[in-house]
């Protein structure tokens, strides 16, 4: 045969592979609202950039009539491509071939390209959509499972891991997402769950629906295991595409640097911090009116709302943001914030993103609910995570600083290189009105008029402690700052901080509060 021949048959073989699981699963697939595999890596990746590797793998299974079944590319589509130019391992489950399960060859293919993102240095994109370790492959297919979760936590803190979730994700399927840096959810197409409505009917005779069990808006809302929503494929691959911008290859690169742009003029920073400090207003302003362009590319909008975190850029530089939120719950750390804020800032941490701070907080929601939830190893999550944390951080207490707040949020003795505070802020073991009601209980008691007594020592102990100067005055603040003046020293302070040393001390690992 000649060349020519044989180069029309490998065509005409790459078409039949091409198909997938066939038309009548691509129909099924696409009046579900979805996309296929193919066209979802195609949609994320630079236009002709998808190089497609391991499509003439195939199962090796025997048994339940495995044998006569062919399954082309194993229910797995995976390779290698740019997102603006910056290369990226991939894969797709193809839910058209057998639904995605995951079989042996399936699993090898997944963790060959695997293997390439980490010898290679670039970040892996995982697209999920599969019913779970196969069942006819038994042991193999969980073996499977196990070789992927042990590449996730070799490569975690090594090269960037995302997952996407476009289809019913269930058992081993979600496992592996959980251990990788950023979770993707599409309104009605993501479901995740460990066992599904089938196994909670047989074994505790409740009818539950896919969506309530782990819809989208479940894990964005309530467990924090996504942390990018869309309410379509497309909006879930702009940001995806939006999160690569902002953060490096590797580990041993920083983000690619943006041309610096100014704050938008209608965020002004002099006019978003009301002086009374009960009052609520919403930190993302704050954020966005010291940011390139004010574009801040929030991580888990939804859940913990609390805290904020994030993305954006400083005279082009990529940082991580985390701010209390004083529009929920006046920002109050708890056992779901912790959570949230501890594991960004190690991601900033590990991967070279400098993190800035804002904080206005009363301190840790206190309550029954709070304390046997975990509050206390929750809450030390984010002290562990600041304190361990060696790239450069610049804190901006903007008003309240109360208690372990005031620790917590990367103060002076977690090891911040910069602490700034404006005039309004109030660093404090805790707020006025408690100090007073604790303090001078007895004045209070025994005074004529025990009001008038009580707004007194409210109003000395504002005086005395409500202030930033106590703190500027023992060097725990090293600077108080007109807002105005917040963008010039960030930009200043994330340009003197490049050459920053690490100065921990050798260890294997920590033992973090996980
Ligand atoms: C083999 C599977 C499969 C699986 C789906 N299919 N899941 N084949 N192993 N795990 C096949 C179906 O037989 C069907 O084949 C095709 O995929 C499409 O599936 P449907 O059920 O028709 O689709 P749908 O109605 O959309 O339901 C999707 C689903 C459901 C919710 C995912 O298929 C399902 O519940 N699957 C089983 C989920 C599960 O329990 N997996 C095991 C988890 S245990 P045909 O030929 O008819 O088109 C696990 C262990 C690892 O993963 C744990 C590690 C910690």
């Known amino acids: 045969m000649s060349l020519r021949s044989k180069t029309l048959e490998l065509i005409r073989k790459r078409e039949q592979y091409l198909q997938g ?33 391991d499509l003439f793998v195939e199962h090796e299974a025997r048994d339940f009539d ?26 797709a489950q193809d839910f058209t071939v057998a639904g995605g399960s995951l079989g042996l060859m399936h699993a090898r293919k997944i963790t060959k390209i695997m293997d390439h993102a980490l010898k290679l240095r670039i ?29 996730n936590t070799l490569a975690s803190g090594v090269i960037p891991q995302i997952s996407v979730i ?35 009917k047989t074994v505790l005779g409740e009818e539950i629906s896919m969506e309530d069990l782990g ?41 690619l640097p943006f041309k610096p742009k100014e704050p938008k003029k209608e965020y002004n920073i002099e006019k978003i911090v009301p002086g009374d400090p009960k009052m609520p207003y ?48 006046a920002g109050v750390l708890d056992v779901d914030s912790s959570d949230k804020a501890a594991r960004f800032i190690r991601f900033c941490d590990a991967f070279n993103i400098p ?32 304190s361990e944390a060696t790239v450069p951080k610049i804190t901006v207490i903007l008003r309240k600083a109360y208690g372990g707040g005031y620790i917590a949020m990367g103060s002076r003795h977690l090891r911040a290189d910069f602490v700034f505070a404006w005039p309004s802020a109030e660093i404090a073991v805790m707020g006025p009105e408690g100090a007073a009601n604790i303090i001078f209980r007895k004045e209070i008691m025994e005074a004529p008029d025990p009001e008038a007594m009580r707004k007194q020592k409210v109003k000395e102990y504002k005086e005395k402690f409500a202030n930033p100067y106590v703190a500027a005055a023992k060097g725990y603040v090293d600077a108080v700052i007109e807002p105005k003046e917040t963008r010039k020293l960030l930009v200043h302070s994330i340009e ?18 996980f």
């Open 21 to 53: 699981g066939g038309e009548k699963a691509i129909e099924k697939q696409l009046s579900m609202g979805k996309l296929t595999a193919r066209e979802r890596i195609l949609a994320i990746l630079d236009k002709d950039s998808f190089q497609e590797y």
């Open 66 to 91: 495995m044998s006569s079944k062919v399954l082309y590319g194993d229910g797995v589509i995976t390779g290698t491509g740019t997102i603006f130019g910056s290369p990226v391992c991939i894969f």
């Open 123 to 151: 970040p892996l994109i995982g697209i999920n959509d599969s019913g779970g370790a196969r069942i006819q492959e038994g042991v193999n297919s969980l073996a499977g499972y196990g070789e992927i979760f042990f590449r």
């Open 166 to 200: 476009l289809g019913p994700c269930a058992g081993g399927a979600v496992y592996s997402p959980a251990l990788t840096d950023f979770v993707f959810v599409v309104n009605n197409i993501s479901k995740l769950f460990i066992t599904g409505p089938e196994v909670i």
């Open 215 to 255: 819809g989208a808006r479940v894990h964005a809302e309530i467990t924090g295991n996504a942390h990018f929503f869309a309410t379509s494929e497309y909006e879930c691959f702009e940001q995806i595409k939006k999160l690569i911008t902002f953060i490096p290859w590797n580990n041993t690169r920083r983000a």
């Open 282 to 329: 919403d930190v993302r302003d704050v954020i966005r009116a010291v940011v390139d362009d004010s574009d801040f590319f929030e991580v888990q909008e939804f859940w913990a709302q609390n805290i904020v975190i994030g993305f954006a850029r400083i005279n082009g530089e990529t940082v991580g943001l985390v701010a209390n939120q004083p529009l929920y719950l």
């Open 355 to 386: 993190i800035v701070t804002f904080v206005d907080l009363p301190g840790y929601l206190p309550g029954i609910d709070q304390e046997h939830a975990g509050v206390i190893r929750h809450g030390a999550k984010l002290l562990y995570a600041y």
């Open 496 to 513: 003197i901080s490049k050459e920053k040393v690490n100065t921990t001390p050798y260890k294997k690992h920590g033992i973090p509060p």
